[in-house]
């Protein structure tokens, strides 16, 4: 379901916290911006960037994400950075509307 939802949905729940599972493991993340780059009414593209613990996998895959609010899915994130607050991960969505 995540996979689904609009850049609409995700930024009223920018600085709000998910659960990342991979395998048996899971860990809080937050999601600390969601930015709209769409190019026009016809396109939609946006990035989501959430923070993690340092502990969190530092490769790209597919998480299953769960949200209180949003509910739960599976999306693929990259990590894009590390610093002493996290391991940064990004979502990139491009899709006709």
């Known amino acids: 379901m995540l996979d689904n939802l609009h850049h ?4 009223p729940h920018v ?3 998910f659960q990342m599972v991979a395998g048996e493991q899971s860990w ?3 999601l600390i911006e969601a930015v709209d780059k769409s190019p026009s009414p016809s396109q939609e593209q946006y990035v ?3 923070r993690a613990p340092l502990d969190a996998p530092p490769y ?4 299953q994400l769960e ?3 949003l509910g739960a899915g599976a999306l693929f994130l990259v990590p ?3 610093d002493q607050s996290g391991l940064y991960y990004e979502a990139s969505f491009n899709r006709m509307r």
């Open 48 to 50: 989501l960037l959430f």
């Open 8 to 11: 609409e949905d995700y930024a």
């Open 15 to 17: 600085n709000s916290k």
């Open 67 to 69: 949200h209180a609010e």
């Open 80 to 82: 894009i950075r590390r």
């Open 28 to 30: 809080e993340i937050e």
């Open 60 to 63: 790209q895959s597919i998480f």
